[in-house]
Nanobody
Framework: VQLMESGGGSVQAGGSVRLSCEFS????????MRWYRQAPGKKREMVAA???????DYADFVEGRFTVSRDNARNMVYLQMNDLKFEDAAVYYC?????????WGKGTLVTVSS
């Protein structure tokens, strides 16, 4: 199982970006997926999760600004982020559990500028 994130970059505060996570190795439909982020000097924290059935859950700090979705046919998971704040700047990772362990992508960097 491999995960690869893309879509990060520099975004102005208040702007939007969509992150993508390509999932390979087994059919995506078999796995729940999560998005995490890690800012410099801070611990990695969960941002959003989506179950195999499409039920989503978000960290409190998301406050309705982000949407996680999945396209099982394309083996893709997305994180649409709107109304970005300076504190959203971080490396964003997608992750899943496989064979009892966590699998992580290498991350994609999101910076937020004024």
């Amino acid at each position: 199982v491999q995960l690869m994130e893309s879509g990060g970059g520099s975004v102005q505060a208040g702007g939007s970006v969509r992150l993508s996570c390509e999932f390979s190795g087994i059919p995506l439909k078999l796995n729940g997926m999560r998005w995490y982020r890690q800012a410099p000097g801070k611990k990695r924290e969960m941002v959003a999760a989506i179950t195999t059935g499409g039920t989503s859950d978000y960290a409190d700090f998301v406050e309705g600004r982000f949407t996680v979705s999945r396209d099982n046919a394309r083996n893709m998971v997305y994180l649409q982020m709107n109304d970005l704040k300076f504190e959203d700047a971080a490396v964003y990772y997608c992750a899943t559990v496989y064979n009892g362990g966590w699998i992580w992508g290498k991350g994609t960097l999101v910076t937020v500028s004024s």
